[in-house]
């Protein structure tokens, strides 16, 4: 149990245009999901911590204007890159916590974004 | 910023124990320590944490040294799926939205045959 996935696992889109990602947890209620950005060879890095139903909490730095976050439920959140760049190419990945077992995030498989 | 301090690399035999070490001489009381580990091209795997007394599950066995300022992740019997980047955390546990974790840079286990 507590599957988390990410769709698509990797997409390909021209600098100016818009990508949607999505992270569903399959067997769970998410009480919060988190979202991390991961560039090569360098570490996840936090962007921003939503709970369902209000608005995200962006880690500084992070512009909440580009990086859109709507949590529509207890098992989905999505992440919209809004007039994506070249220098947004990166690994995106979501995790979320399980009511009852705040100890633990479960992460999903990461979505590979490119921008050309 | 993390908190931690971990080793670059490691490299274990296959069949053998991985003992990992992380240095977290800055920990709060109230911070837990979780171990996670990221197979390439993958999410996040939690593994195991603790507060201050050791721990085991079916993965690994946490230690943790008396004056919590420092944790060694053992792994019994590494195999080749085990290689990975662990990383080392620590954390407060009030849940929900203020469970963060900052990564640092890890450890690249690498388990050879």
């Known amino acids: 149990g507590a599957v988390v996935s990410q769709h698509p696992s990797w997409v390909i889109c021209k600098s100016g245009t818009s990508v949607k990602i999505e992270c569903r947890s399959l067997?769970?209620?998410?009480?919060?999901m988190f979202w991390y950005r991961q560039f090569p060879k360098q570490s996840l890095m936090l962007m921003a911590t939503?709970?369902?139903?209000?608005?995200?909490?962006?880690e500084q730095g992070v512009e909440k204007d580009k990086f859109l976050i709507n949590h529509a439920s207890l098992t989905l959140s999505t992440l919209t890159v809004t007039s994506a760049h070249p220098e947004d190419s990166s690994f995106y990945i979501c995790?979320?916590?399980?009511?009852?077992?705040?100890?633990?995030?479960?992460f999903g498989p990461g979505t590979r974004l490119t921008v050309t | 910023d993390a908190k931690t301090t971990q080793p670059p690399s490691m490299d274990c035999a296959e069949g053998r124990a991985a003992n990992l070490p992380c240095n977290h001489s800055?920990?709060?009381?109230?911070?837990?320590v979780y171990w996670y580990r990221q197979i390439h091209s993958q999410g996040p795997q939690y593994i195991i944490h603790?507060?201050?007394n050791n721990e085991t599950n079916e993965m690994a066995s946490l230690i943790i040294t008396e004056d919590r300022k420092s944790s060694t992740l053992i792994l019994p019997h590494a195999t080749l799926r085990d290689t990975a980047v662990y990383y080392c955390?620590?954390?407060?546990?009030?849940?929900?939205?203020?469970?963060?974790?900052?990564f640092g840079k890890g450890t690249l286990l690498t388990v050879n045959p």
């Open positions: 995790s979320a916590i399980r009511r009852g077992h705040s100890y633990e995030q479960y």
């Open positions: 067997d769970f209620q998410a009480t919060t």
């Open positions: 939503s709970n369902e139903g209000s608005k995200a909490t962006y």
């Open positions: 800055t920990i709060s009381g109230n911070e837990y």
């Open positions: 603790g507060l201050k």
């Open positions: 955390i620590v954390s407060l546990n009030s849940g929900g939205s203020n469970y963060k974790l900052t």
